[in-house]
């Protein structure tokens, strides 16, 4: 049945239960009509309201106004008799000329609003509740202040990454396991203007090849046994509008990188078992610690790919080229561990600051968070010494030239007692041996660890555990 159809007696009724107060005026702010509720309460009948101008009827009203302002006035507190109200009132328009306005009350007293907040308040919750997991889980947490050290080629990069951080155009990040890589994505996507989007983070390494397509791209109900209802979004459309960080893209395999290719270079994806592509507008970081020239060289990684995530490529140097920066980032680490392990003004004693700018470091800055974690998890005072390194940066401990101070006896006894437990030793073992296999291998892990002889899970698993990447 089309409104026209509709008997004319039926549109009072239809109105006084849409809304309980409603006001209508012509292009004078006279009342054209008004609905027998609001009449009752401003102690008026419907013929007397009706052919008044509105200001006579109903108190501090703005219907006359909104007529010669022609702009809406939405939930606007609205004073009648002592009350309260929220009202809306808006231009009215018919064949786009302006004929009036129409104006209701949504709440009549403070009593009706707090119902009504009640109602929703669990609604509100629930969505603080996601908005904080969205926070979480697709919001970046680092900035640029965040970037620590006055190396020259490390501030060199620091700068590149904020002149670019504003343009669309994708960004390689190159650099060894450890070095900052995901801290530069996080950096450039805050203080780009997508910073208000999310910030989506895809390890292309430690999702199985046989999952990483719908994982990056989603599925659709029904693509395989087990896909949930409905579908699922894809992690690229889940980073719409914002930034889609790829770490380890150098370990994507080939199938895929072509089925990346076409979401970088068509802007568009399709997920598994869809019919149609979906557009997207995302911004791509891209970070590996493989050499991808090699790579494409020997064709282990496809040539167009890579000049298209290659638009801005920015070098992150290893810790072992700026010792200058070890102790600087070593106090941030231990100011961040103190507020995580409840402890004040931890220090480093001048034999470990000593150690610790001699060591190579190939597990970078996260091998150097976790020696410091290590120490502050066995340290009984505030001032970390030699002993509590972790065992493979005192292996030449003993030759270690101590003066004849009373505090330097302490320490020589000290580390004359200190005997490496045998969980130490063999942590120590396993570690040599990941880093040794991921030489061997060219920094591949999925032939590391079958090098290693264990799965690739448990690979990663020691891999992190001993901050390892």
């Not at 010669?68 to 008799?81: G, L, P």
């Not at 292309?204 to 791209?217: D, N």
């Not at 370990?251 to 568009?268: F, G, I, T, Y």
């Amino acid at each position: 049945m089309s409104i026209n159809k509709l008997p004319n007696e039926w549109f009072e009724e239809i109105l006084n239960a849409a809304t309980e107060w409603i006001v209508v005026v012509d292009c004078q702010g006279i009342i054209l009509y008004i609905n027998l509720a609001y009449c009752e309460f401003l102690n008026t009948t419907v013929e007397d309201a009706i052919g008044k101008p509105v200001q006579e009827v109903i108190e501090n009203t703005r219907m006359h106004l909104v007529v010669k302002t022609e702009r809406a006035e939405v939930a606007s507190i609205h004073f009648i008799k002592g009350n309260e109200m929220i009202a809306n009132r808006y231009p009215l328009y018919v064949n786009d000329k302006l004929v009036g306005a129409v104006g209701t009350v949504m709440f009549r007293n403070s009593q009706d609003w707090l119902d009504y907040s009640q109602k929703i308040q669990p609604l509100l919750e629930e969505l603080k509740y996601y908005k904080r997991r969205f926070e979480t889980e697709f919001g970046s947490k680092y900035t640029f202040g965040d970037l620590i050290g006055n190396n020259r080629t490390f501030l060199e990069a620091k700068r590149l990454a904020e002149r670019v951080s504003g343009s669309k155009s994708a960004v390689l990040l190159l650099g060894e396991s450890g070095t900052g890589k995901e801290l530069f994505a996080h950096a450039i996507h805050q203080t780009s203007l997508r910073a208000p989007f999310p910030f989506v983070r895809v390890n292309c390494a430690s999702i199985p090849e046989q999952l990483l397509e719908s994982e990056l791209f989603g599925y659709e109900e029904g693509a395989f046994t087990g896909a949930k209802r409905g579908g699922k979004k894809g992690k690229f459309e889940l980073a719409h509008r914002g930034t889609i960080f790829l770490d380890e893209v150098g370990d994507m395999p080939l199938h895929m990188q072509s089925k990346l290719l076409r979401a970088v270079q068509e802007k568009e994806v399709e997920r598994v078992g869809g019919q149609k592509p979906i557009s997207i507008d995302v911004r791509i970081i891209a970070a590996t610690h493989r050499n991808l020239e090699s790579m494409v060289q020997k064709g282990e990684f496809r040539e167009d790919l890579y000049y298209r995530l290659n638009v801005v490529k920015i070098e992150i140097p290893p810790l072992r080229e700026r010792k200058e920066d070890i102790l600087d980032i070593a106090k941030i680490l231990l100011q961040k561990m103190e507020r995580h392990f409840n402890r004040q003004d931890i220090e480093l004693s001048f034999d470990v600051i000593e150690r610790l700018q001699k060591h190579s470091w190939p597990g970078n800055v996260r091998e150097l968070e976790n020696v410091l974690e290590r120490a502050v998890n066995v340290l009984d005072g505030n001032i970390i010494c030699l002993p509590h390194l972790p065992l493979y940066l005192r292996d030449n401990e003993h030759n270690f030239a101590y003066s004849s101070t009373a505090h330097d006896k302490q320490q020589a006894n000290v580390s004359e007692e200190s005997i490496p437990s045998l969980k130490e030793a063999v942590a120590d073992a396993e570690r040599k041996a990941l880093l040794k296999a991921l030489q061997r291998t060219n920094g591949n892990k999925q032939l590391a660890a079958s090098l290693l002889e264990i799965g690739k899970t448990s690979f990663y698993d020691k891999c992190k555990l001993y901050g390892i990447r």
